[in-house]
């Protein structure tokens, strides 16, 4: 069985930065693809970030490109996001995913393992 458990949201202020933490169990972060999504309030799903299988490639949505950053941390089979520049449009509950049959997808189907999502409120 696959876990994933992010960690790290919070309250921030306007131009902070937080770094969230994705630890999975039961598959080596290697052999999966692993996005970051997040959902505000009264609106849908929506892809933030992710890294192909192997980690050789990382992909961002325009909202964030330039602002976040993904970086895998092998050895402890840990994802990070690094959130620079935070905007209160960023609030969200952010959810990491793994999938272990795509090299690479922004399309939530085709992640297997979810997280249960940390909340993260960036306050104006």
């Known amino acids: 069985q696959v876990l994933v458990a992010e960690s790290g949201g919070g309250l921030v202020q306007a131009g902070g930065s937080l770094r969230l933490s994705c630890a999975v169990s039961g598959r080596t972060i290697g052999d999966s693809a692993v996005n970051w999504f997040r959902q505000a309030p009264g609106k849908e799903r929506e892809f933030v970030g992710g890294t192909s299988r192997g980690g050789y490639s990382t992909y961002y949505s325009e909202s964030v490109e330039g602002r976040f950053a993904i970086s895998r941390d092998n050895a402890k089979n840990t994802v990070f996001l690094q959130m620079n520049n935070l905007k209160p449009e960023d609030t969200a509950v952010y959810y990491c995913?793994?999938?272990?049959?795509?090299?690479?997808?922004?399309?939530?189907?085709?992640?297997?393992?979810w997280g249960q999502g940390t909340q993260v409120t960036v306050s104006s």
């Open positions: 995913a793994a999938s272990s049959f795509r090299f690479f997808s922004r399309s939530e189907s085709d992640f297997d393992s």
